[in-house]
């Protein structure tokens, strides 16, 4: 059920984040929420590609694959994807020419 429960999960965050996308005319800010390290991949690539779509499939089913096998890894999973997010951002405003402040 679990398996079944996630590659829902998957599908629906991979829609919603195409579409809150636009095919390239809308926001990626959900994208790089949900899906840091496919978006890491796509500033340094300036696409996103094949491997990063690949990485934003395999990324969700990962994280359920932890959280079911090793529950007390938790924090360490949700720092992990807060430190891609944050360092996704910052990458994100920096090649913009863009300051934090």
Do not use: D, R
Not at 58 to 70: D, E, G, R, S, V
Not at 78 to 92: E, F, N, P, S
Request: hydrophobic share 55%; charged share 10%.
């Amino acid at each position: 059920m679990k398996i079944v429960q996630t590659t829902i999960i998957t599908i629906l965050l991979l829609f919603l984040t195409i579409f809150l996308a636009g095919g390239g005319h809308g926001t990626y800010i959900p994208a790089k929420l949900i899906y840091p390290f496919t978006m890491l991949i796509a500033e340094f690539k300036n696409e996103i590609g094949i491997v990063g779509i690949l990485i934003a499939i395999i990324q969700i089913p990962t994280y359920a694959l932890i959280l079911n096998n090793k529950p007390n890894w938790k924090y360490y999973l949700l720092g992990i994807h807060c430190i891609a997010v944050i360092i996704g951002l910052y990458i994100g405003l920096a090649t913009k020419n863009w300051t934090l402040s």
